[in-house]
């Protein structure tokens, strides 16, 4: 028996995993024999080679038997994923199969080309535009569009790809207006307009006239007015907003190159479970490259952030 403070610790002649203090029972745990743990709380257990029956996790679990890793490039057969890591994984699984690209809407003013011979749409280099939408199937991610192309010249060149887009929750769909301003043109009483590139608003026509024969910057602040030629513009609100990113093409023609960045991915905060996203893929028609661009692949990735 030992003596601990003012109570005698009394130990099993017998079996050591027993024993009493202070006149209770107790259990004792050793270093090296096989015995049955019940109601007990480890704190920050080192476990080599466990048999557990129904175990309660109550905290983090951390270690190198854990992984983090949402790829499962391990392939491991004895590390735990997390909870974290299956969603990332199984999110990139049922990740939109590559859309058919000839499926995209054509734009009513600068609508691509279809290209039987590759099965895909050519964007030429004056630039063009095409539409589709779909459904937000997870929250709490981003979204990446990845395209793959390839050009019709040889050119290792800058080739520039927009993403516009437009996310609708529930209710009313507003800024649902794809016109683009053009320079030049007549305009009538109400006519809707977005900027080309689309900065987040649109524009109603509150004087009938001529657009001007150059660009034009848009005043964004609610109910502004932007003069134009002799056409006034004033701004309605929210609309498509648009993401931009230049890439340089292989120099070779005809050669297949992926466009895979986070420069044309939607930020995770602005899209939620099951709302719309309305987007236009299209080509900058001041890049530096003389020649088409023949998209044959697009893909909406899911990406954890």
Request: include cysteine.
């Amino acid at each position: 028996a030992d003596y601990i403070g003012e109570y005698k610790l009394v130990l099993s002649k017998t079996n050591y995993q027993t024993a009493t203090y202070d006149n209770v029972a107790i259990q004792v745990v050793d270093l090296s024999g096989v015995q049955t743990l019940s109601n007990k709380t480890l704190t920050a257990p080192v476990v080599n080679s466990p048999v557990v029956a129904d175990p309660q996790l109550n905290g983090a679990m951390t270690g190198s038997g854990v992984s983090d890793d949402g790829t499962m490039a391990d392939n491991s057969s004895i590390k735990v994923p997390t909870q974290k890591a299956v969603r990332s994984y199984v999110a990139k699984q049922i990740a939109m199969q590559a859309m058919i690209i000839s499926s995209l809407l054509p734009d009513d003013v600068s609508p691509p080309e279809a290209n039987t011979t590759y099965g895909g749409l050519t964007f030429a280099n004056a630039g063009a535009w095409t539409w589709s939408d779909f459904e937000s199937w997870l929250s709490g991610v981003a979204w990446r569009f990845v395209l793959e192309g390839m050009m019709t010249t040889g050119s290792a060149s800058a080739v520039g790809l927009n993403l516009a887009y437009l996310v609708a929750g529930s209710g009313a769909i507003a800024g649902m207006v794809k016109t683009r301003r053009k320079n030049s043109t007549a305009y009538a009483l109400n006519s809707l307009c977005i900027p080309e590139p689309p900065n987040g608003h649109y524009y109603k026509c509150t004087t009938a006239g001529t657009s001007g024969a150059g660009s034009l910057v848009f005043n964004t602040l609610s109910g502004s007015i932007s003069g134009d030629g002799s056409v006034l513009w004033t701004e309605q609100g929210a609309s498509f907003k648009n993401l931009a990113y230049s890439v340089t093409a292989p120099a070779n023609a005809y050669q297949r190159f992926e466009v895979d960045s986070a420069s044309l991915q939607i930020p995770a905060n602005e899209v939620s479970l099951g709302d719309r996203v309305y987007f236009a893929i299209w080509r900058d028609s001041a890049d530096a490259h003389g020649g088409d661009l023949v998209a044959v692949s697009l893909k909406i990735q899911p990406v954890e952030v």
